[in-house]
Structure formats: structure tokens, C-alpha cells
């Protein structure tokens, strides 16, 4: 794994200048490549590199170049099936100077052009420059697994693994986009192709950029499709998903350093294990973490996981002080995030670096296998209510109710129903948009100044969450709502926590759940083998009821998260109150400061609990201080 940085421009540029501002660019992220850094430089681009060795140890260093210089890649990510791409290029001609992905990856390009990123299984963001044509490719993986971020003004283009590296180059402005900032207050994270700061983009998952002189190119080359599923039984889609999931795993196995595995006491990450305990020849080395608090703690579950399938197993309980950590965590993200389970990442990622250079997870059970029921099972039943209703009646008979229903959390949970009358009243998009948002409409109008208010110009976050749900081929509402899941909420929050988490401790995370070849399988499953009225990952369980003690089967769902409620009225108060109530953070200006002490001091009594907006607002607090006052990253 590795951190990428370059500048072209096309207009041309000093090669000292240049050289020492891509210098500065790379060394901002030295954690996401310890091993090695590399350089190239010409009239036109500057290309950065830091290595963090997993294979090749002796070569592939970059910036690689082919074509005596002419054409030059700097690559993140691993490639997982390059012996095979890299026999079919021979078969053409093709001769390698080394036993490195990257390599597959540049001269795959000679052959294919842009399209060789079709060929790739794997996680990878990689920058092309082509001096024959003058031009500039950036290509991101199907799903994001690996970020790229580019800035251009003019003549002009930069681009960066973190916007960090941006900013050490003096190559990203300080203005914040109100956009942006209303997709966090709403969601917790940014979605692609924004960024906190204005002008500066991110290359959207399964994205090829194409830049030339005043040319810019985007091309989808990855379309994920849901129409058509078919019809199988549990049993016969076991079968046939088994061998797939070995495989999956078998090639992320590939490694001339230690190599382990998160183990959360949950299916996803269980299953993978026992795909590692069956294709490795010793014990795979797993690594857990825990709470106090029991509701939070998988480490009985984790603990009974390890023994079963028998491996080196390493566990360590969290304390809460977050606090130790939070800053650092904010420096890393370089944007806001609101993810409080960022946290356990950061620690099982920090204790798996003890013994391993690559983890794998269980990363995207959930999006493919159904596993978020608590929307999915709501949303489905509301979308056949819609199909039944006219929308004129809907609106006028679930409005009302959902505008007269009493909001409060000591009601019986049955007669919390207020949410989905008002979402009955909706289209389908727009209610999935408001599950998936913590900021509803109501709340967020009470929250802005009248300024932020017109500074955004009528935009609201639904805008960005709406034509994944609407461009989705799914025949049913549980697929939409997987599509935009898969291409919106993992790829911007989850992928963007696991990733930045992991670089922080230089450790490598493989997802075998992201194999574009179980996302496609995994979309042609009838929505019967994804969810039933017993809960979600119909297949996954079945698989697990093969592998696994029937404890790990049936136990449900509990996410890998803290007790940030309890936190925030104990241990980290002082902290949260000392960024939410402050005065002089810029976001007082946007917000309604008398709202904002109303939800603190109804969060601190227990009447209401506001733990995930108070969490995004210390975040947002800790993310201003990190970026424009630094803090040191260790």
C-alpha cells in the first residue's frame, strides 16, 4: 500500500520548483508508505511516491516508467490477479523488468489504453502520465477501496492519495464548500465528488479521468446491475458462493510480509477467517478488540471464533479515553467525519500493526448481503404500502399523521411510528434519503443561520443521494437501497474510515466481500436468499452454518461501534463541550447557537439522545484544529 502525489502542468514549470513541492507533498503522508520514496520530474509533471513493501520487496519502486521515460505510473492499491494479466502480456509481447502489480498495471496500459482498468482485480487509485500525448489518466477502483483527490486552476492539475498532501504543496484552497458542509451536518461524511474545500474534487469510484491541455474526460467504466436476478435455492447459491469466497480470499493471501485478519465476532469478518483457516498451511493471526461496556463487547463472541477455528488470536480492551486519540484521528481523515466506530478502527488497526503489514476484513456484508435490516425491512414494507396508496392520498392521510404523531423515545417502540408515516407520505428515494440521514428536515432548518441558509441556494443533501437510488436497474426497493448504499454510504464513510485508519498505522487492509466478483454475484441474489422477516445475509448465515458454532449464527447484529451516548455525558464531555459550546469555532456562525445548547444539555440529562450529531460536531471541531492549526500525527 502506498501514498501518490503529482502536478502537471501544461504549461510547463521549473524542475527545482517543482521537485521540492512534490517533495513536501510526499512526506505529509509518510505513514501511508514508511519504506520508500521515489521521484520524477520533467518540464511538465512532477510524481511522487511512498512505498509501503508488501510485494516485490527487491523492485518496483516507483514513479516506473516504460518507454525509455515516456510513460510514467504512480500506484496505490493491490492488483490481485496480475500473474494472469501479466502471462496474457507476455502471450503480446509484452517484457518485465520486475514481479510487481504496478508494472502489469503500466504496460497493461501500452496494450489496452484506459481500458486496461477493466482487466484489474483489485483496490487501486493510480496516476498515468503519457508524455507521447501530453496527457494525464487517474483511475479509482470499482468501490473507492483506495481515495484520489485532484485540484486543478488553469493550466494546472494536482492530484493526491490525502488532501494533506495538497496542502503541504500550497495546491488546496481554505474556503469551505457550504455544500459540502450541509452533506456532513445531514450524513456525517462528504460524498463524492466533493470535498470540504471548494474546487477541490474526488474521482469517483469506477472513474477514469482523462486530462489534456484544456480536455478533461470522465469515463464509468464499472456498472453494477441488479436486473434480471436469478432463481436459485439457499442451498444451491451456498454452493455455488463457497468457492467463490475462497477464492476471493486465496488471492488477497499473496504477501512477502506477516499477513492476519480482523476478527469482529460478526459473520463477514468470521467467515473470512474460516476461508483463511482452511487455504493457509499455519494459524492465521486474528486481532480483536473490546469494551467494558458488554452491550459494545465481541470479545467473548470473537474469542469463541478463535478457538474454534484456531488461530494465533490477539485481543485488547479499549478504555474510554478517546481523547488521547480523537486529534490524531481528526488529522488523518482531513476531512470531517462523524463515524464514531472510527475509533475501535483506529485501536485494531493499531494493535494488528504489532504483528502483521496486512489485515484482512470483512468489509461489505452488509451493502451485498442485506445485512442492514433496521432500514431495509422498514423501507421495503413502506415502498409495497406506496405501490398500493395513491400518491394524493399518501400525502395528504400519512402527512398529516407523521405531522401530528408525538416524536418521543419513551414511547413503546411499536407506537414509534411517527418516522414512517412521514416517510409513507414520500416517494421512495426521498424516504430512503431520510433514513440514511440523522439530520432531518425539520432539525436542519432549526439548525441554520438565515446566511448558511442562503448560501447554499436551495441545495439539500438529497440531491446527492438520489440519482444512485433512482440510476439503480434493481425490480425492487431493497436493491435500490443496496445500490446506493454500495456506491454512497460505503464508499464515503465506511471505505474512507477503514482506509484512512489503517494508513494512519502503515498496515494494508484486503476486503475479499469487495471482490467485484461477489459484489456482481451478490446482486443477482433474489431478495428471499439476502432478507426474510428473521433478519438479513440470508446466504452468509447459511455459509456460517457450515463453518461456525451456531452461536456466531444467531446472534444479531450489533456493528463494530462505542458507546459514544454514554462518553459524551462521562469522559469525553469536557472535551465535546469545549468545541460544541465555543464561540469562536467557525461554525458557530453557521449554526443556531441556542439550538445547539438545547440538544447538549437535553443529551446530558438523558431526556434525548443526540450522540451521533454532538459526535459529528466535536469531530468538525477537532478537524479545524487539526488542519489549520496541525497537530503532530503520532
Same mark, same amino acid.
Given at each position: ?390 400518491? @394524493? !392520498? ?14 418521543? *423515545? %419513551? +414511547? #413503546?417502540?411499536? =407506537? ?89 498505522? @502503515? !498496515? ?14 451478490? *446482486? %443477482? +441474489? #433474489?431478495?428471499? =436468499? ?105
Amino acid at each position: 500500500m502506498c501514498g501518490i502525489t503529482g502536478i502537471v502542468d501544461f504549461g510547463g514549470h521549473a524542475r527545482d520548483e517543482a521537485h521540492a513541492r512534490i517533495k513536501r507533498m510526499a512526506d505529509s503522508i509518510i505513514h501511508r508508505g514508511p519504506d520508500e520514496e521515489g521521484f520524477y520530474v520533467d518540464d511538465f509533471v512532477a510524481l511522487g511516491h511512498r512505498r509501503l513493501s508488501i510485494i516485490d520487496l527487491s523492485s518496483g519502486q516507483q514513479p516506473m516508467a516504460a518507454l525509455d521515460g515516456k510513460v510514467n505510473i504512480v500506484f496505490n492499491g493491490e492488483i490481485y490477479n496480475f500473474v494472469e494479466l501479466r502471462a496474457a502480456l507476455e502471450a503480446r509481447g509484452h517484457r518485465f523488468k520486475t514481479q510487481c502489480d504496478t508494472e502489469v498495471i503500466l504496460l497493461g496500459y501500452l496494450e489496452w489504453g484506459e481500458h486496461c482498468v477493466e482487466r484489474l482485480n483489485g483496490m487501486f487509485a493510480f496516476a498515468i502520465w503519457d508524455a507521447r500525448f501530453r496527457r494525464l489518466m487517474l483511475a479509482r477502483d470499482r468501490v473507492g477501496k483506495k481515495p484520489l483527490y485532484y485540484y486543478r486552476k488553469g493550466s494546472l492539475v494536482a492530484f493526491a492519495s490525502e488532501l494533506k498532501a495538497l496542502r503541504a504543496g500550497e495546491l488546496c484552497p481554505d474556503a469551505v464548500d457550504p455544500e459540502a458542509l450541509d452533506c456532513y451536518f445531514s450524513l456525517g461524511y462528504i460524498p463524492a465528488p466533493k470535498t470540504i474545500y471548494k474546487g477541490v474534487r474526488k474521482l469517483r469510484a469506477a472513474r477514469c479521468l482523462t486530462i489534456s491541455g484544456a480536455a478533461e474526460t470522465e469515463r464509468q467504466y464499472w456498472r453494477l446491475s441488479f436486473a434480471d436476478p436469478v432463481e436459485r435455492s439457499l442451498e444451491e447459491a451456498t454452493e455455488e458462493f463457497e468457492p467463490l469466497l475462497d477464492d476471493a480470499v486465496k488471492c488477497r493471501l499473496m504477501s512477502e510480509v506477516p499477513l492476519g485478519a480482523f476478527l469482529s465476532g460478526g459473520i463477514d469478518s468470521s467467515l473470512v477467517v474460516s476461508s483463511m483457516a482452511r487455504l493457509l498451511q499455519r494459524p492465521a493471526i486474528t486481532n480483536s478488540i473490546g469494551f467494558d461496556d458488554r452491550q459494545f463487547d465481541e470479545l467473548p463472541v470473537a474469542g469463541a471464533i478463535a478457538a474454534h477455528l484456531k488461530t494465533d488470536h490477539h485481543e485488547f480492551r479499549v478504555k474510554p479515553k478517546a481523547v488521547d486519540v480523537l486529534e490524531r484521528i481528526a488529522w488523518h481523515f482531513d476531512e470531517p467525519l462523524a463515524d464514531s466506530s472510527a475509533v475501535p478502527t483506529w485501536y485494531v488497526c493499531e494493535m494488528a500493526r504489532r504483528t502483521v503489514t496486512v489485515a484482512l476484513s470483512g468489509d461489505g456484508g452488509d451493502e451485498r448481503f442485506g445485512g442492514y435490516t433496521f432500514r431495509y425491512l422498514p423501507h421495503m414494507m413502506e415502498s409495497r404500502i406506496r405501490a398500493a396508496v395513491p400518491a @394524493s !392520498l399518501r400525502h395528504v392521510v400519512f402527512g398529516t399523521l407523521g405531522t401530528l404523531w408525538p416524536a418521543s *423515545a %419513551k +414511547l #413503546p417502540k411499536p =407506537l414509534r411510528l411517527r418516522t414512517i408515516f412521514e416517510n409513507l407520505s414520500k416517494g421512495d428515494a426521498e424516504a430512503f434519503y431520510c433514513d440514511l440521514a440523522f439530520l432531518r428536515d425539520d432539525a436542519r432548518d432549526a439548525l441554520y443561520s438565515p446566511d448558511f441558509t442562503t448560501a447554499l441556494r436551495g441545495f439539500t443533501p438529497m440531491e446527492t443521494v438520489q440519482p444512485y437510488y433512482s440510476q439503480s436497474d434493481a425490480e425492487d426497493a431493497l436493491g435500490r437501497s443496496q445500490y446506493a448504499d454500495i456506491h454512497f454510504y460505503m464508499t464515503d464513510d465506511v471505505l474512507v474510515k477503514v482506509d484512512r485508519m489503517s494508513m494512519a498505522h @502503515s !498496515l494494508e487492509v484486503r476486503s475479499p466481500l469487495l471482490d467485484h466478483r461477489v459484489i456482481e454475484f451478490a *446482486a %443477482k +441474489l #433474489p431478495t428471499g =436468499l439476502k432478507v426474510d422477516a428473521r433478519g438479513g445475509k440470508r446466504l452468509l448465515r447459511a455459509l456460517a452454518a457450515r463453518r461456525l458454532p451456531r452461536e456466531i449464527v444467531n446472534q444479531p447484529k450489533r456493528g463494530f461501534s462505542i458507546p459514544a451516548a454514554r462518553w459524551l455525558r462521562t469522559e469525553l464531555r469536557p472535551l465535546a463541550e469545549s468545541i460544541i459550546l465555543d464561540r469562536n469555532r467557525f461554525f458557530s456562525n453557521i449554526l443556531n447557537e441556542h439550538k445547539i445548547r438545547q440538544m447538549w444539555g437535553e443529551h446530558l440529562s438523558g431526556a434525548r439522545d443526540h450522540s451521533v450529531f454532538l459526535w459529528g460536531l466535536m469531530m468538525l471541531g477537532l478537524w479545524e484544529t487539526a488542519t489549520f492549526t496541525p497537530v503532530s500525527p503520532r
